[in-house]
């Protein structure tokens, strides 16, 4: 029973370097959602694609954030010249379709910027 | 904006106790949706409510829509140290076709049930 698989699950980099979180939505799924968690606060919707295309990216900081889902293999979310701010817990969601249907979270990437 | 503010932030009862969660906008949703989140882990969906007035029970957890679809309450019966957790509540947007499952989190409610 493949859910929604994100990895790593954990995630430490220094300042200035690069993250690349992974999230492999459930089988049959072609809409991924990424969401950021800071501790003690609920979530915060960055990014919505769908196969090749970004659909909304409103939630996205302008500068040093980028998401992809190729055609193949997962979806990325890319964090570049990492800042302490940009620790938090990263959870992708996915969902077979464009409308409104059960979101199923992957467990996160814990990312720690020291 | 979308803003979904829950309460209360945090509520520690005893086993057997009753609580109620509440969650409120100034905006209208298409529908609502509540997850549990474990610690170390991502939400889990509870419920979906999509109609205005609308009830639905999972066995001691009883979700309400309000008529005017700003707002949503969980109220869970008798509760258990198994209760224990983060509850979220989610709006998804009334613009559905552009924003297809974007939601809204509130900030959620971290319960505490003691045995």
């Known amino acids: 029973n493949a859910g929604v698989m994100q990895n790593p699950r954990h995630l430490v980099r220094r300042r200035g370097q690069e993250a690349r979180l992974r999230c492999s939505p459930m089988k049959g799924h072609s809409h991924v959602y990424w969401y950021r968690q800071l501790p003690e606060e609920g979530l915060k919707f960055m990014v919505y694609?769908?196969?090749?295309?970004?659909?909304?990216e409103s939630g996205m900081p302008k500068e040093r954030f980028s998401a992809e889902f190729p055609k193949e293999g997962p979806s990325i979310l890319r964090i570049q010249q990492v800042v302490r701010g940009d620790s938090a817990a990263y959870f992708c969601?996915?969902?077979?379709?464009?409308?409104?249907?059960?979101?199923?979270f992957g467990n996160g990437t814990r990312l720690t910027v020291t | 904006t979308q803003l979904l503010e829950q309460s209360p932030q945090f509520l520690s009862i005893q086993e057997g106790e009753n609580l109620t969660v509440y969650c409120n906008s100034s905006?209208?949703?298409?529908?609502l949706q509540w997850y549990r989140q474990e610690p170390g882990e991502g939400p889990v969906l509870l419920v979906t409510v999509v109609t205005g007035g609308e009830v639905k029970k999972l066995k001691r957890l009883t979700f309400q829509f309000g008529d005017a679809r700003k707002d949503s309450s969980l109220h869970i019966t008798a509760a258990q140290p198994g209760d224990t957790g983060l509850y979220l509540c989610a709006g998804a947007g009334v613009e559905i076709k552009a924003a297809g499952n974007k939601l809204t989190f509130g900030g959620g409610t971290r319960v505490l049930v003691k045995p």
């Open positions: 969601a996915s969902s077979p379709n464009r409308g409104v249907s059960p979101l199923h």
């Open positions: 694609l769908q196969k090749e295309n970004i659909i909304d």
């Open positions: 905006s209208v949703f298409s529908s």
